[in-house]
């Protein structure tokens, strides 16, 4: 899996109009708007850029985007600064979560059920918990990572999966 991991303040040397051709639904806080528009604009270009794919209609299936015609699967979560966007030929989820100090985490630990000893562990569960629900069933081929005050987590149901982080200076 290709794990894309973008700023989100690059949101804002886009044009408005632009952005707004990249939404799919309707987000009343600007921030949450730009930062999905933005997500998916990535996701188009990425698949037109990197992949080569020239289909890239997208459709939601079972609430989930993927492409109309097949020929690639991805997964996309934001928090914070940080848009994530995961790529295989395999199902797979992704998941990024920042670190809220102001959150209690060992209360969501117990509410979830989530075996958690450390705020680093809650992170981590809750980040697999959010991959897992966008891949739609179980995987043992968990990857996770910590980018500065971010957990991400992604997985994909082929065991024999690959992760590969790649910064926009790579790939643009």
């Not at 991805?74 to 295989?88: D, K």
């Not at 075996?115 to 995987?139: I, P």
Request: charged share 30%; hydrophobic share 30%; proline share 1%.
């Amino acid at each position: 899996m290709d794990i894309f991991i973008i700023k989100t303040e690059d949101a804002n040397k886009i044009s408005e109009d632009l952005l707004k051709s990249f939404q799919k639904k309707e987000i009343s806080n600007e921030i949450t708007r730009k930062t999905h528009c933005f997500s998916y604009l990535m996701t188009d270009r990425i698949l037109r850029e990197v992949y080569k794919i020239e289909d890239r209609e997208i459709v939601f299936k079972e609430e989930r985007p993927a492409l109309k015609n097949g020929g690639k699967y991805f997964s996309i979560s934001h928090s914070g600064e940080y848009i994530v966007l995961g790529f295989s030929d395999y199902n797979c989820g992704i998941d990024i979560q920042g670190v809220n100090k102001n959150k209690n985490w060992r209360a969501i630990s117990n509410r979830m059920k989530f075996e958690s000893k450390s705020e680093e562990e809650f992170y981590k569960n809750w980040t697999t918990y959010e991959a897992l629900y966008k891949l739609g069933c179980t995987s043992n081929n968990i990857y996770h990572t910590k980018i500065e005050n971010y957990f991400l987590t992604a997985v994909s149901e082929n065991p024999q999966e690959k992760f590969k982080l790649h910064t926009q200076k790579e790939c643009f």
